[in-house]
DNA sequence: AACTTATGCATAAGAAAATTATGTATATAT
DNA sequence: ATATATACATAATTTTCTTATGCATAAGTT
């Protein structure tokens, strides 16, 4: 993870994607899913998810639903409706965000 | 620039690229280019920019040549031998980066 | 002549978002 | 028995940025 610089504030992101994606998922398991799709070139530390997560809860972009499964203690957490309408905003932002560091590394202004 | 979070992490790159391309440039030169490229997408601070030219000079990325212009002073910066090799890096890590972020936008692990 | 905007560099204070290091606790595999 | 995996949490520190400020010259405006 050499690039683990690049990811800083991108992280809400895609907590939230992946929220929208999974209607409701608890912390770790974003954590393995992150390592999942990304065959393992992300990882997300607790220590920057958990603060994370309670940020995105106080802004009401989440809901909490705690449940008890093999006597161990998950959080679940689901986009509320101001959630899923920023949601939208933030991977417009990201694909923006994407263009534009396309444009810097492929730049058409050395080309001719 | 209202997706200026996700720009976090990136400006070093994005430094390091533009004086590939263009062999030396002086920091006001830079914002303008950025601006430029970006239509106005991105706009680079001062209080980002200086210190960061600084720190990829202290880690021996970029060398110094002060000039006079019109009696203004302009510190050009150009990559060093050191610091092509790591521009090639960051590149790649970039790349990585966005390749990523694309799985994570555009998830093929929830077609099926 | 006075004033504003552009050019050019710099740093300090503060905020935001991460890393690293802990801490607690249960379940599972060796 | 011991280590690894699961599950959450927070504190201290670091990194990186924004915002504010400072200095100085050139060019354009009223």
Redesign the interface.
Known sequence: M??S??????L???IL??LE?SDKMYGYEITQK?K???KG??NITEGALYPALHKLEAEGLLDVEMQKVDNRLRKYYKLTEKGTKETA?R?T??????R??????N?K??IS
């Open positions: 050499g690039n610089k690049l990811y800083k504030g991108s809400n992101t895609i994607k992946l994606e992150v999942e799709i990304t070139e992300l905003n991977l932002e990201l694909e923006e965000y994407i534009t560091m396309q444009t810097i590394i730049p202004w050395s």
